[in-house]
């Protein structure tokens, strides 16, 4: 691997000059970058990273980017600014082992102003951070605000650091709290469905046999530095920054998943970005009494047929291309794509190959919904029993039968099996 010469990346594409002034420790190996918007509980989740016990051998930055557009509502800037004064106030408290940089930025346009942004201006002085003590190899980690982490989860992260060096991206298991006094009743019941659904469509393309089947949690991903900057560094969504760029490391084959910790993200609701956590709950409190909805399985079932066929068009040029995305693929011109993956290789491995990178995640959920208009979507237990009926790998004593049972089903599921 081409690993840019120091400072390259930074020169190019970093939206922001040096913001930390102070040289990081030379043994500096991971940074934590937790992008910051009209947050209140902040400290909790500092608290769960400064109550983790780790090995010393290496050090930890954490990065807090507390952000906000330029004409961002004054209610937004005072809550910003007051999160910023008791941060700096309570890192005094904090081992040397874990130093936090707070960052306020207050001048973000308004077009560019988000979450994407915000991670992006703390990943890039991550990068500088590790540039400076020349450590490529260094973990940039993502974590939110209102997540907190279990004890384990820096001394995971810094095994996985020395032991996985050919591995550039990583997913970390994660796990929405069920219950509790936080929170209502409906939140905690919307959580299980909402968490429910995600697992369920992870296993949905996993059946389907579609290679790059990961979970994508803004909260619940880290990267090495070089490979950050090989890739272009983060992208500047407002909302669903993280599917776009960790898929950018699942079809290079380079992902890893960490099971031996979690992060626990809140399941409040908000109304933040157009899609996401705190806005499934924040519909699912809108809408009492309805049911959950999920993609019908017949979706990944048809998904499957069609990915299988995938080898034996390498002499053919033709698919077995189920109904429901008959129209969709015929609109992409796969006849096309397959002709021309089939002329830039030599081998049915390599022509394969080349027809996945066509085929990436989001060509996959377009896919899938383009064939709702065939399968409209149906209850998301009903969903989820069909699925694993169908492949026949239920637990064979006390199936689940609610939504809580499948999902805690699904989680020892998922973090006991690597994927792919």
């Known amino acids: 691997m081409t690993i840019l010469a120091p400072y390259t990346y930074l020169q190019k594409h970093r939206y922001k000059e040096r913001l930390i002034p102070e040289s990081p420790d030379p043994s500096l190996a991971l940074v934590i970058v937790i992008p910051v918007y009209k947050e209140p509980e902040l400290l909790a989740t500092l608290y769960s990273l400064s109550e983790n016990h780790f090995d010393e051998w290496r050090k930890v930055e954490v990065i807090l980017v507390v952000n906000h557009a330029i004409d961002a509502p004054e209610t937004v800037q005072q809550q910003n600014q007051q999160t910023y004064k008791a941060v700096k106030e309570w890192i005094h408290t904090v081992a040397d082992t874990l130093t936090i940089h707070p960052l306020l930025i207050q001048d973000l346009p308004k077009k560019q102003a988000g979450v994407g942004l915000a991670r992006k201006i703390g990943m890039d002085e991550a990068v500088d951070r590790l540039e400076q003590v020349d450590n490529p190899q260094g973990l940039i980690i993502c974590l939110d605000a209102d997540t907190i982490v279990q004890p384990n989860y820096l001394q995971v992260l810094l095994d996985t650091y020395r032991t996985l060096p050919k591995k550039e991206a990583f997913t970390i298991h994660f796990e929405h709290p069920l219950e509790g006094k936080k929170f209502s009743s409906g939140i905690y019941e919307g959580i299980i469905f909402y968490e429910l659904f995600l697992r369920y469509f992870i296993e949905g393309l996993r059946v389907a046999g579609y290679p790059y089947a990961f979970h994508t949690v803004g909260s619940a991903m880290a990267v090495r530095s070089h490979a950050y900057q090989k890739m272009g560094g983060m992208n500047r969504r407002?909302?669903?920054?993280?599917?776009?760029?960790?898929?950018?490391?699942?079809?290079?084959?380079?992902?890893?998943?960490?099971?031996?910790?979690?992060?626990?993200?809140?399941?409040?609701?908000?109304?933040?970005?157009?899609?996401?956590?705190?806005?499934?709950?924040?519909?699912?409190?809108?809408?009492?009494?309805?049911?959950?909805?999920?993609?019908?399985?017949?979706?990944?079932?048809?998904?499957?047929?069609?990915?299988?066929?995938?080898?034996s068009s390498y002499g053919s040029l033709v698919w077995n291309v189920p109904l429901c995305f008959r129209d969709f693929l015929e609109e992409e011109k796969l006849t096309e794509k397959g002709k021309e993956a089939k002329s830039h290789v030599a081998s049915q491995a390599a022509y394969v190959k080349r027809l996945y990178q066509w085929l990436s995640p989001l060509k996959v959920l377009q896919i899938i919904r383009a064939g709702q208009a065939t399968y409209p979507d149906i209850e998301l237990i009903e969903a989820v029993n069909r699925l694993f009926s169908y492949t026949g790998s239920t637990p064979e004593v006390s199936p689940p039968t609610s939504a809580k049972e499948w999902l805690g089903w699904l989680r020892k599921r998922q973090k006991r099996e690597s994927y792919p």
Request: avoid cysteine.
């Open 238 to 311: 407002q909302a669903g920054e993280d599917f776009y760029f960790l898929h950018k490391f699942t079809q290079r084959g380079k992902v890893h998943e960490i099971h031996d910790t979690a992060v626990i993200p809140s399941p409040r609701a908000s109304d933040r970005v157009p899609f996401g956590t705190g806005k499934a709950i924040q519909a699912w409190l809108d809408t009492p009494g309805q049911a959950y909805m999920g993609y019908h399985p017949e979706l990944f079932f048809s998904l499957k047929e069609f990915l299988a066929s995938f080898p």
